[in-house]
Nanobody, 128 residues
Framework: QVQLVESGGGLVQAGGSLRLSCAAS????????MGWFRQAPGKERDVVVA????????YYADSVKGRFTISRDNAKNTVYLQMNSLKPEDTAVYYC?????????????????????WGQGTQVTVSS
C-alpha cells in the first residue's frame, strides 16, 4: 500500500523558516516525480514546487522562487521542502504528491490531476 506522510508544519512568524518532510512507503519513490502543493481556505490546490522523474528538472511557482527549495533523500525515500523567508500569504495546508506512473523525466507535473498519491497534508501558519 502506497503512503505519503507529511510532517514539519507549524506556526512561525513572518521571515521564519520551516522544513517539511514527505516520507514515502510502499514503492521506491527515489526516482519518481514528486510535487508539493498547498491549499488555503476557500482557494484551489496549487502547485508550489515539482520535480521531474529522476530529479533533473524542477518547477517553482513564482511566489516561492528564491525562498523555497525541494530536495530528496533517496536512502530515506523522503522528499523535503525547505521554506525560508516565510510570508503570511504562505499560510495553507501543504500536501506532497506522486504520480502512479512515476512521471515525466522531462517536464515536472504542475497540475493536481497529474498526481495519484497524496499525503494527508500538514498545516503551515505564518503570522505577521
Amino acid at each position: 500500500q502506497v503512503q505519503l506522510v507529511e510532517s514539519g508544519g507549524g506556526l512561525v512568524q513572518a521571515g521564519g523558516s520551516l522544513r517539511l518532510s514527505c516520507a514515502a512507503s510502499g514503492r521506491p519513490f527515489s526516482s519518481y516525480a514528486m510535487g508539493w502543493f498547498r491549499q488555503a481556505p476557500g482557494k484551489e490546490r496549487d502547485v508550489v514546487v515539482a520535480i521531474s522523474r529522476g530529479g533533473g528538472r524542477t518547477y517553482y511557482a513564482d511566489s516561492v522562487k528564491g525562498r523555497f527549495t525541494i530536495s530528496r533523500d533517496n536512502a530515506k525515500n523522503t522528499v523535503y521542502l525547505q521554506m525560508n523567508s516565510l510570508k503570511p500569504e504562505d499560510t495553507a495546508v501543504y500536501y506532497c504528491a506522486a504520480p502512479w506512473s512515476g512521471g515525466s523525466q522531462y517536464t515536472p507535473a504542475t497540475e493536481p490531476a497529474q498526481y495519484d498519491y497524496w499525503g494527508q497534508g500538514t498545516q503551515v501558519t505564518v503570522s505577521s
